[in-house]
């Protein structure tokens, strides 16, 4: 069994950033891929980013490309979400994903989730 604890959130202006963090644990053993998903209320799950576990490919959905960055800590099985120039539509629960095989951006490929961490965004 892998555990996956997500934090960092928070309610924020627009223009701020916020910086997400995910570790995943148990079976540690094991490198894993790892990703992030938000959900806005009444909205589908929206894939964001997702990290290799030796962190030498990262994807992006083109809605976040250029304000998120994914990253690793590979000996910690951590990974970060930085989110700069934050939007009133980024405001969403982030929720982090992860799988030891899969590594693209189809949620219903990751095995294992965090609870989610809020992020609002006040304009």
């Known amino acids: 069994q892998v555990q996956v604890v997500d934090s960092g959130g928070g309610l924020v202006q627009a223009g701020d950033s916020l910086r997400l963090s995910c570790e995943a644990s148990g079976r540690t053993s094991s490198d894993y891929n790892m990703a992030w998903f938000r959900q806005a209320p009444g909205k589908e799950r929206e894939s964001v980013a997702a990290?290799?576990?030796?962190?030498?490919?990262?994807r992006y959905a083109d809605s976040v490309k250029g304000r998120f960055t994914i990253s690793r800590e590979r000996a910690k099985n951590t990974v970060h979400l930085q989110i700069n120039s934050l939007k009133p539509e980024d405001t969403a629960v982030y929720y982090c994903?992860?799988?030891?095989?899969?590594?693209?951006?189809?949620?219903?490929?990751?095995?294992?989730w965090g609870q989610g961490t809020q992020v609002t965004v006040s304009s």
């Open positions: 994903a992860v799988d030891q095989y899969y590594s693209g951006l189809d949620p219903y490929r990751y095995d294992y």
């Open positions: 990290i290799t576990w030796n962190g030498e490919v990262t």
